[in-house]
């Protein structure tokens, strides 16, 4: 199914009910759903290959919480058992992944990719691009330099003024922005980079055209915001039914059916994930569900414990540990959602 097809259903209208009629599904060859690509392919416009994603399902909670150490484990284990992939801080030796990735051209990975952000209002650290596969360039106010002025542990991803689009006065214009993306391909020894732009869904034709017309291979849109925390924070912007259907449009009008299009909204459960990808999603966000999870769930167990001695109290850090009940749940998550992806043929 092509994606200007897919662009025609309304989430609203029960986009999942075209399940084949038994006849048609005897006549399908015996194991042919094993033969079938369940994963997520993003084309790179500048060379034409092509990188494969095993699943389409992404997680921004490194990035957008507070505490992301504490998610780290956890988001590395889904990433290499479950193949999310992960924006946000690198899981493993950059070093080794290029040495496990190879200069292949059409690479087909087991697991989730580690995605590297890059915020468009502060300098690129070309050192931490040098091995990146897949760069996602954030169009919000960097993190970074809210964290480095507050003298606590809120970070702005957890306030509502993350989310306000940003975009410097040197970079305005559409031939200013594509050499911005160029170059962030350039920073890379992989043969094939792709790179996206992550943007809230404001205006979101335009915004999208935007980017289509400046390089990206890409466009993420967040129509819901999600953040861990105590409690977590949520922030709902445009219907994603309306962002879905502005972006698809978008793509069409611009004559580059390759661009994907990547969404975080709400996911409570495996049907609302199949909705999306029946909508015309490539890829979709599972925080929001990541989030309810860990809420709900007893963590394995605690980063930090105050000791005592005769010079005084103090805090011993240790490693964040895996949240088990997380993983199984979103294992049995995963394979639900696939079930339903192979039943709706998806």
């Known amino acids: 199914m092509s994606k200007q097809n897919k662009s025609q259903n309304n989430l609203s209208s029960n986009p999942i009910n075209r399940a084949r009629s038994l006849a048609d599904r005897l006549e399908q060859a015996p194991l042919a759903d094993a033969l079938r690509d369940f994963g997520c392919k993003l084309q790179c416009r500048a060379s034409g290959q092509s990188l494969h994603w095993p ?52 690479r087909s990975l087991d697991d989730g990719l580690s995605i590297h952000p890059v915020f468009v209002d502060e300098p690129i ?11 996602e360039l954030q169009f919000f106010p ?16 957890l306030t509502a003024d993350a989310w306000i689009p940003t975009l410097p006065s040197d970079l305005t214009d559409i031939e200013k922005m594509s050499k911005r993306i160029e170059l962030l391909r350039s920073a890379s020894d992989q043969p094939t980079v792709v790179v996206g732009g992550a943007i809230s869904a404001g205006q979101v034709y335009n915004d999208v055209r935007f980017l289509i017309d ?16 105590s409690p977590p924070k949520i922030w709902n912007f445009q219907p ?20 994907s299009l990547h969404i975080c909204s709400s996911i409570h459960t495996a049907e609302d994930a199949v909705g999306l990808l029946s909508a015309g999603v490539d890829a979709f966000s599972i925080d929001t569900w990541l989030i309810h999870q860990q809420a709900t769930t007893p963590s394995s167990g605690n980063s930090s414990e105050d000791l005592g001695s005769f010079m005084g109290s103090y805090a011993r850090t240790s490693t964040p540990a895996l949240n088990d009940s997380v993983l199984v749940a979103t294992e049995s998550f995963l394979k639900d959602f696939m079930a339903l992806r192979r039943f709706y043929e998806v």
Request: glycine share 8%.
């Open 240 to 259: 994603v039914e309306f962002v879905i259907e502005q972006a698809l449009g978008a793509i069409a009008k611009s004559g580059v059916p390759s661009v």
């Open 125 to 135: 650290r070309f050192d931490a691009l040098m091995h990146a596969e897949q760069i």
């Open 214 to 229: 400046s390089g990206v291979d890409y466009i993420s849109i967040v129509s819901q915001a999600a953040a861990g925390g």
């Open 142 to 157: 960097s993190r970074a330099q809210t964290s480095r002025s507050s003298s606590n542990s809120v970070n702005m991803a």
């Open 55 to 106: 699943s389409p399902i992404f997680s921004r909670i490194a990035l957008d919480t507070a505490n992301s150490p504490s998610w780290l484990p956890t988001l590395d284990r889904l990433r290499s058992r479950c193949g999310v992939s992960i924006i946000g801080p690198q899981l493993r030796n950059s070093q080794s992944q290029s040495d496990h990735l190879g200069s292949g051209a059409d």
